[in-house]
């Protein structure tokens, strides 16, 4: 979706990644601040605090756009995802499911990636196994940093070895520029290359929840909020205001 965001909404979102970068929040990862080159930098869950981010999610006009494009008469939002590739980084964001990653199951749940800068496939834009999403496969998720394990007891097969195998899959890139959204299933496989360019490579991704999804936590899924934190009750839809706030209705 081209110039999804406008850019006074993106230059607050970059100013946000640059004081994030300079002092992380609470649920970050990151691979060191020097040298600057080679950093993969990803902080989540600002919004609670973060008034940019707060106008992002209520006043962007993105939570239509994923309630529109999931077929769903209501969506709430889950959390945001901050991340940065400084050039010169090597590691790829490896291919993956983000479903099995998330404490919910449903299928209308997506993500709407937002570039804040420009990218090409190459320079760290995102790629996906077209149609993966329709292949009723639920595979274990892994830590990006490459461990063999993540969790002993998470039932789910292993992802399929796409990097090894590309001329097998019917894979689609997008090269974007800044405000362009890419909106997403999240049952869909995707991924991303490295930082290949000159310059760094920040994105907005952030998580949408339709009318079909329920609370399933379980091992191995993300550690921001949990039912500790919740009213969410595990196989019912997540009607918690405070922790996945009603953010469009048709």
Not at 160 to 170: G, K, L, S
Request: glycine residues 8%; proline residues 9%; hydrophobic residues 35%.
């Amino acid at each position: 979706m081209p110039n999804a965001v406008d850019a006074d909404l993106l230059a607050e979102i970059e100013d946000l990644a640059d004081r994030q970068l300079a002092d992380p929040g609470p649920w970050v990862t990151d691979t060191g601040p020097e040298p600057a080159a080679g950093r993969l930098f990803t902080t989540r869950y600002l919004w609670r605090t973060e008034p940019a981010m707060q106008r992002f999610v209520f006043e962007s006009g993105i939570a239509e756009l994923a309630a529109v494009l999931m077929g769903s008469s209501t969506v709430r939002f889950y959390f945001d995802h901050l991340l940065v590739k400084e050039p010169g980084t090597e590691s790829p964001t490896p291919w993956h499911q983000d479903i099995p990653y998330w404490p919910f199951l449903g299928q209308q749940i997506c993500s709407v990636w937002v570039a804040c800068t420009e990218a090409s496939v190459p320079e760290s834009s995102l790629e996906f196994v077209r149609g993966s999403h329709r292949w009723d496969r639920y595979f274990a998720p892994e830590p990006f940093t490459g461990e063999s394990a993540w969790t002993a007891d998470f039932v789910g097969e292993r992802c399929p070895d796409i990097e090894a195998t590309r001329h097998t899959w019917d894979i689609v890139g997008f090269d974007v520029d800044p405000g362009d959204a890419l909106v997403f299933s999240s049952w869909i496989v995707h991924g991303s290359p490295g930082n290949s360019g000159t310059q760094r490579r920040t994105a907005l991704s952030t998580r949408w929840l339709g009318d079909d999804a329920v609370w399933a936590p379980h091992p191995g899924c993300d550690p921001s909020v949990t039912q500790d934190d919740t009213t969410a009750i595990p196989g019912e839809y997540p009607a918690d205001d405070d922790r996945f706030p009603l953010t469009w209705s048709a």
